[in-house]
């Protein structure tokens, strides 16, 4: 059954900064039994991935209106999967595997024009970032009201 969608939730891969991420290997450590290391989950975390040359690619089918379809359902951040659509940027850490915004410029104005049309199309639906949701996460290692204020997004 489908769901209203509540929240579009932003995360980071939580790998060091300048470090690129395939799309492949964020399904491996989400879809791999956890006998091989991964968590075993049946679907990968995020609908939409950052890479850090500013493109953005689709992980998950989503056919883009305001319902959370059984199908495009992903587990970012457990409890809310069912009415959320998560995104991901590459990095998130420094080289200690510290909490760090390492957002380059171009994966700040892809997020950022990605965004703001999400956010024309569906102004009811609350922008957040991981750890507006699961306090204790320091993803998506910066402060999504702060940067929403930043670029003109007036949500929640
Ligand atoms: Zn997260």
């Not at 791999?32 to 690619?57: A, C, I, M």
């Amino acid at each position: 059954m489908s769901k209203p969608m509540k929240y579009l939730v932003i995360h980071c891969t939580a790998t060091p900064e300048g470090r690129e991420v395939s799309s492949k290997e964020i399904r491996h450590w989400h879809t791999d039994p956890v006998s091989k290391g991964g968590r075993g989950w049946k679907q990968v975390g995020y609908t939409d991935l950052f890479h850090l040359n500013g493109s953005v690619e689709r992980l998950v089918d989503n056919n883009e209106d305001a319902q959370v379809d059984p199908w495009e359902v992903t587990n970012g951040a457990a409890g809310y999967n069912s009415v959320s659509r998560h995104i991901v940027y590459v990095g998130g850490c420094d080289k200690d595997m510290k909490p760090k915004d390492t957002r380059t410029a171009v994966q700040k104005e892809a997020l950022k024009r990605y965004v703001r049309d999400f956010h024309e199309r569906f102004p009811q639906i609350r922008i957040v970032g991981h750890h507006d949701l699961n306090p204790g996460k320091a993803c998506p290692s910066f402060d999504v009201k702060q940067w929403l204020r930043e670029i003109g997004v007036h949500n929640s």
